[in-house]
């Protein structure tokens, strides 16, 4: 059990950064392209997202 915890808490860790590169992408690319641009917002959306969701798992993981 304990180490299942740890590699879900590894997991989260490891990610964030990933998700956060995303995010930084997303925002700073410059297009014209409408889609594109969309595209680029959705993604940034769903990036924060995930990472709240990991810090929430990070959370609840340390509380067990």
Same mark, same amino acid.
């Given at each position: 059990?304990?180490?299942?915890?740890?590699? *879900?808490? *590894?997991?989260? =860790?490891? %990610?964030?950064?990933?998700?956060? +590169?995303? =995010?930084? +992408?997303? &925002?700073?690319? @410059? !297009?014209? %392209?409408? &889609?594109?641009?969309?595209?680029? *917002?959705? =993604?940034?959306?769903?990036?924060? &997202?995930? =990472?709240?969701?990991?810090?929430? !798992? !990070?959370?609840?993981?340390? %509380? @067990?």
């Amino acid at each position: 059990l304990h180490s299942l915890r740890r590699r *879900q808490r *590894q997991m989260c =860790i490891r %990610d964030s950064p990933h998700h956060s +590169t995303a =995010i930084l +992408t997303s &925002e700073r690319a @410059q !297009l014209s %392209d409408p &889609e594109v641009k969309a595209l680029a *917002q959705k =993604i940034a959306k769903t990036q924060r &997202e995930e =990472i709240t969701e990991m810090k929430r !798992l !990070l959370k609840k993981v340390a %509380d @067990q």
